[in-house]
T-cell receptor, first 121, second 111 residues
Framework: NAGVTQTPKFRVLKTGQSMTLLCAQD?????MYWYRQDPGMGLRLIHY???????AKGEVPDGYNVSRLKKQNFLLGLESAAPSQTSVYFCASSYLGGYSRTSGSSYNEQFFGPGTRLTVL | SQQGEEDPQALSIQEGENATMNCSYKTSINNLQWYRQNSGRGLVHLIL?????REKHSGRLRVTLDTSKKSSSLLITASRAADTASYFCATVETGANNLFFGTGTRLTVIP
């Protein structure tokens, strides 16, 4: 049981380049999230998904797109990277619908991946 | 804007001492959660307290919630060097599913 995994771990881009960050979870969670973490800012929600085929904007969605074609995967895309997108990106997932005796998780508890450190030059 | 604001921003204590971190938030919430982040790693869920609960314990952790003051505290008793990490509170607004994270408290436990 790998939990939440993220690919890649590190990446350096030039301004204007594009890339896709991949998040995968094997816990059969309905909800998935993408956050960015900047020094002194805590985590800010970029986009999230409440189920396969659905996505929604979070607090800081501009410059990013997402897709949830499969329940276990959530992709974050940067079409034209900018230096302001230099950050650490975290993916998370959560169980929907209350306490799960199987997983031991509680409503809205989020499970995080290890992060992707992205630098845009 | 973020829901939670932690206080203090940084805390340094000796091993064996207790550490207390506070969190204030702005709107009505469904629940409040605390997470730990070790340097260079993802966040790990510690404890969740619902809006109708006032206190909750988990091992060496004690969380309180005062909805009238819109504040919560996290107490770590008998701290260990391994507790060195950043601690974040996160709130779920009433009727919502998303978490809003605070800016975190950086805890250093000196052996």
């Amino acid at each position: 049981n790998a939990g939440v995994t993220q690919t890649p771990k590190f990446r350096v881009l030039k301004t204007g380049q594009s890339m896709t960050l991949l998040c995968a979870q094997d816990m059969n969670h309905e909800y998935m999230y993408w956050y960015r973490q900047d020094p002194g800012m805590g985590l800010r929600l970029i986009h999230y998904s409440v189920g396969e085929g659905t996505t929604a904007k979070g607090e800081v969605p501009d410059g990013y797109n997402v897709s949830r074609l499969k329940k276990q995967n959530f992709l974050l895309g940067l079409e034209s990277a900018a230096p302001s997108q230099t950050s650490v990106y975290f993916c998370a997932s959560s169980y929907l619908g209350g306490y799960s005796r199987t997983s031991g998780s509680s409503y809205n508890e989020q499970f995080f991946g290890p992060g992707t450190r992205l630098t845009v030059l | 804007s973020q829901q939670g604001e932690e206080d203090p921003q940084a805390l340094s204590i000796q091993e064996g001492e207790n550490a207390t971190m506070n969190c204030s938030y702005k709107t009505s919430i469904n629940n409040l959660q605390w997470y730990r982040q070790n340097s260079g790693r993802g966040l790990v869920h510690l404890i969740l307290i619902r809006s109708n609960e006032r206190e909750k314990h988990s091992g060496r952790l004690r969380v309180t919630l005062d909805t009238s003051k819109k504040s919560s505290s996290l107490l770590i008793t008998a701290s260990r060097a391994a507790d060195t990490a950043s601690y974040f509170c996160a709130t779920v607004e009433t009727g919502a599913n998303n978490l809003f994270f605070g800016t975190g408290t950086r805890l250093t436990v000196i052996p």
